[in-house]
């Protein structure tokens, strides 16, 4: 999975729990993101950031908080967790081979009852 | 609106049948063309980037071409194991990389 690592593999949280999904990077890219994928939907974007100090909110960030606080480390924290947070969540960097290119870590799949 | 289709939903082949799957976009200014191939329970692993209208690319049985609309992703005499999830997905020229990505093609190989 091209040097992103993601942890938990799975969670079950219960409603009103919070929890930080890890994603850990050993390229030294500056680029990583925070996607989710539903089941028959697209993957959409939550959070993203450009370097260690700097994110910027995605397509669908509301229940969700980041940090980058080294080049390594992209943390998704959520809080307050809701059913509709039930999903498969993606940590990608971007910046080997073709410069445009993301690429993706395991995944964490995540169900909040 | 930026968006992105991908048809069929799935696609159900017999080994060594060929066949082509869709990725039809709408985007103001494209910066690139993306495929990926996802397999259950994995991340979406980095396939072809195709930048415009007219490029191709190949590898082992899978060649992806781009037009101004739409890019295909031909399987030529697929196997089993090419059996997986088809993503795509078009980065706009304003979009600071940002991705936009459609739902995917199941792509299933029977033996």
């Known amino acids: 999975n091209a040097g992103v690592t993601q942890t938990p593999k799975f969670r079950i949280l219960k409603i009103g729990q919070s929890m930080t999904l890890q994603c850990t990077q050993d390229?030294?890219?500056?680029?990583m993101y925070w996607y989710r994928q539903d089941p028959g939907m697209g993957l959409k974007l939550i959070y993203y950031?450009?370097?260690?100090?700097?994110?910027d909110k995605g397509e669908v960030p509301n229940g969700y908080n980041v940090s980058r606080s080294t080049t390594e480390d992209f943390p998704l924290r959520l809080e307050l967790a809701a059913p509709s947070q039930t999903s498969v969540y993606f940590c990608?960097?971007?910046?080997?081979?073709?410069?445009?290119?993301?690429?993706f870590g395991p995944g964490t799949r995540l169900t909040v009852l | 609106e930026d968006q992105v289709t991908q048809s069929p939903e799935a696609l159900r082949l017999q080994e060594g049948e060929s066949s082509s799957l869709n990725c039809s976009y709408t985007?103001?200014?494209?910066?690139?063309l993306f495929w990926y191939r996802q397999d259950p329970g994995k991340g979406p692993e980095f396939l072809f980037t195709?930048?415009?209208?007219?490029e191709e690319k190949e590898k082992e049985r899978l060649k992806a071409t781009l037009t101004k609309k739409e890019s295909f992703l031909h399987i030529t005499a697929p196997k089993p194991e090419d059996s997986a999830t088809y993503l795509c997905?078009?980065?706009?020229?304003?979009?600071?990389?940002?991705?936009?990505w459609g739902a995917g093609t199941k792509l299933i190989i029977k033996p």
């Open positions: 997905a078009v980065q706009a020229a304003h979009s600071n990389y940002q991705l936009i």
């Open positions: 990608a960097i971007q910046g080997i081979g073709a410069p445009d290119t993301q690429y």
């Open positions: 950031s450009v370097g260690a100090g700097i994110t």
């Open positions: 390229m030294n890219h500056n680029y």
């Open positions: 985007v103001s200014g494209l910066r690139g």
């Open positions: 195709l930048y415009s209208a007219g």
